[in-house]
């Protein structure tokens, strides 16, 4: 690469581009445009790239990029000398083919280079490519990155000219392209580049901004432009300007935090300003969570809570535009939220006019999957698995409220305020039930039994609420399932994963006394086949997710092939595989378990294999003729009953340690005894002490599986 260098600047100046995209589509650009400049030897290692975004411009600034690429010397392989050259030493029609591809000739014949390649003696053409120059460098990085741009929806427009059109994600305006001060000639969307650009739509010094060089972008587009170029420097100053106006509120109010709302407002603005607007207090008769969903999702207005978190009737508006008189810009924004909340405000009361459990029946007009029938037929089946699981867990009267809780979890779905804000299920479920009378563990159980809806989301909070939870998840999966809906690559539509995992932390996290089996038989409807490849699903949710929270993948193997049936003991049997791995015995313990595994799995089907299953795993003392089976066989009959007690007990680490005391006798066993003898009566003794030992060790977890 020559040695000097300088900087780059690109910008692309767009209409509009979606908020919601944004920030992926700025750091896409970017990334991919630097790192096909360094492919192609254009920039150092060394260089930094500074990717910007805001809604009407994506642009990069990379360090260090040269003019052009240092050349390369290259060989090429051509083919074997005998295709090559004649009888006398003369170029071939075919190597003079292959040569004019390169652009070379028969002058280039005496100096090509033999070399053997595998048996056959090859030619090789040596050349030096000559590097790329920056204006074909960068039109070959352009191209390719607005290729890679993650467009959900491409648009096709016309350009100027009024015959060709071009499809990007929305029509673009301009590009610049600088290195240092020069520009670089290069072209993309019917645009040649220059160093003209627009700033801020209204407050811009003047109509177009010209960049003096790829250094000066930024500081020229925050005073003369009016933009704050850098998404991350724009969200920051939003953040700054939040918690500054909610100061100025006084009285301890704080914005809502919501990551997804400021990236997106981030996308909205050029330069932030945000300023105080106020509703009328009577509104907050109207649940808080309606309020907020409003304000958020329709407006994109942070909303003021106090520092008990309940929502006070002022909001913060993050503006485009900076008037003198910001008094139009408030009261207008006022007006607008007004109407909304009102609407708001009508179906939480005409809701209110009609009991919870009169929409139940309706829920037979409301078709939950061609294959599945209706959403009533589907509330019966949640109602029975939930009662099964609530006797289970707390007998008849936790039952009852558990019927009464499935019974109603799917109504408030055909209320006026769920049709409009499909988010808020459940949580106007438990709204209208209380105000129906409903108490209070029926009506939060309507609410929670969505619960956990998203990974880190909270646990329901009462027994009646876990019940239905975990009847609902398991009414959807083992209803997919059951119509062969299972998810494969990315494709999940009816978010099975996500269930399994929240019927997962559910078991575990609650401690709950269900097995998988129970589970499975309180879904009633599904048969073997289902209930198969279900758990086998459910296992591997759990197992990933162990993974995720550091478990190595074979202590999880080992806990997770034993397939427990109570989940809630899988953290419990972890803990003690690690303790158990930390022992010196480990590693020896584990591969001998290992090698029985592998010389059971041998004889099996065999004569003698049955034999010893037959004699219930009986031994047969004096068929024990080597005193180190014997010896093997006494310390087994002294550590087996006291490993079995303490896992009996719960206390899988001391039932793991246990096992230590096997490692002399059971090395020993494999020096000096050979189990494969032909003698079948003898053959099916050794079988079943190892049989007996397999079971002893593999109580806890399969630890041939911590063998390396």
Not at 26 to 52: C, H, I, M, P, R
Request: glycine share 6%; proline share 4%.
């Amino acid at each position: 690469m020559s040695m000097t260098t300088k900087n780059l600047l690109v910008e692309l100046l767009v209409e509009e581009l979606p908020p919601k995209s944004l920030k992926k589509l700025g750091n896409s650009f970017a990334e991919a445009l630097t790192a096909n400049l360094k492919a192609q030897g254009l920039t150092a290692n060394d260089a930094v790239a500074t990717a910007y975004a805001s809604p009407r411009r994506l642009a990069v600034h990379v360090t260090n990029v040269a003019a052009q690429a240092a050349d390369k010397s290259m060989s090429q392989k051509l083919m074997p000398v005998a295709v090559g050259l004649d009888v006398n030493g003369q170029p071939t029609a075919a190597l003079l083919k292959k040569l004019a591809g390169f652009g070379a000739d028969a002058s280039v014949v005496p100096n090509l280079k033999r070399a053997p390649d595998g048996k056959t003696e090859t030619l090789f053409f040596d050349s030096m490519l000559k590097g790329a120059t920056l204006a074909q460098g960068l039109q070959k990085a352009l191209d390719e990155a607005i290729a890679k741009l993650p467009i959900a929806k491409v648009m096709t427009y016309q350009l100027a000219d009024g015959w060709s059109s071009v499809q990007f994600v929305r029509p673009a305006h301009g590009l610049i392209a600088l290195h240092g001060a020069e520009i670089v000639p290069v072209s993309v969307l019917g645009l040649t580049a220059g160093r003209e650009t627009q700033g801020h739509r209204f407050e811009a010094a003047s109509a177009m901004l010209e960049i003096r060089d790829s250094g000066s972008y930024e500081m020229q587009m925050e005073s003369g432009g009016a933009v704050i170029p850098g998404f991350e420097k724009r969200r920051a100053e939003i953040v700054r300007q939040l918690a500054e106006a909610a100061a100025k509120a006084g009285g301890g109010v704080k914005p809502i935090t919501d990551d997804a709302l400021l990236d997106e407002v981030t996308a909205l603005v050029e330069r932030p300003n945000v300023l105080a607007g106020k509703f009328d207090a009577a509104f907050l008769e109207v649940p808080q969570e309606c309020l907020i969903l409003t304000m958020k999702a329709n407006q994109k207005y942070f909303p003021l809570l106090d520092a008990n978190g309940k929502l006070t009737n002022r909001f913060l508006i993050v503006s485009n535009i900076r008037p003198a008189d910001t008094s139009l810009v408030i009261s207008g924004n006022e007006r607008v939220l007004r109407a909304r909340l009102a609407d708001a405000r009508f179906f939480f009361d005409q809701d209110r006019k009609k009991p919870l459990d009169s929409h139940v029946l309706d829920l037979a007009k409301v078709v939950y999957h061609n294959k599945l029938g209706d959403q009533g037929e589907r509330v019966k089946r949640v109602q029975s698995i939930a009662i099964n699981i609530a006797t289970k867990l707390g007998g008849e009267k936790l039952a009852r409220q558990a019927e009464q809780a499935a019974f109603l979890a799917k109504a408030d779905l055909l209320t006026n305020m769920v049709s409009e804000f499909p988010e808020l299920q459940g949580i106007m479920g438990r709204y209208y039930a209380q105000h129906d009378g409903v108490n209070d563990d029926i009506a939060y159980a309507i609410e929670d039994h969505y619960k956990p809806r998203f990974a880190g989301d909270e646990l329901p909070r009462n027994m009646v609420g876990v019940c239905i939870a975990l009847a609902d998840k398991l009414t959807t999966l083992t209803d997919m399932f059951g119509i062969g809906e299972i998810p494969t690559g990315d494709k999940d539509p009816f978010a099975l994963r996500r269930h399994a995992l929240g019927a997962i932390r559910i078991l575990i996290e609650r401690d709950l006394p269900l097995g998988l089996d129970q589970l499975f038989h309180a879904a009633r409807h599904i048969d073997a086949r289902v209930i198969k490849s279900l758990s086998d699903f459910i296992y591997d949710r759990l197992a990933g997710s162990l993974r995720e929270q550091g478990y190595s993948a074979q202590e999880v193997d080992a806990v997770l092939s034993l397939r427990p049936q109570l989940l809630t003991e899988v953290p419990k049997r972890l803990a003690a595989v690690r303790a158990f791995a930390a022992l010196p015995e480990a590693a020896a313990l584990a591969a001998a378990n290992k090698r029985v595994g592998n010389i059971l799995k041998k004889a099996e089907g065999s004569l003698p294999l049955r034999q010893a299953w037959d004699k219930r795993l009986e031994i047969d003392i004096d068929l024990l003729p080597e005193p180190a089976e014997k010896a093997l066989h006494q310390v087994l009959n002294r550590i087996a009953p006291k490993a079995e007690a303490a896992f009996t007990a719960g206390d899988y680490t001391a039932s793991l340690q246990a096992l230590a005391a096997l490692k002399e006798p059971v090395d020993t066993f494999f020096d000096k005894v050979m189990v494969n003898t032909e003698d079948d009566r003898l053959r099916a003794n050794r079988l079943a002490l190892l049989l007996q030992l397999q079971q002893a060790m593999n109580r806890v977890a399969d630890i041939s599986k911590l063998a390396t």
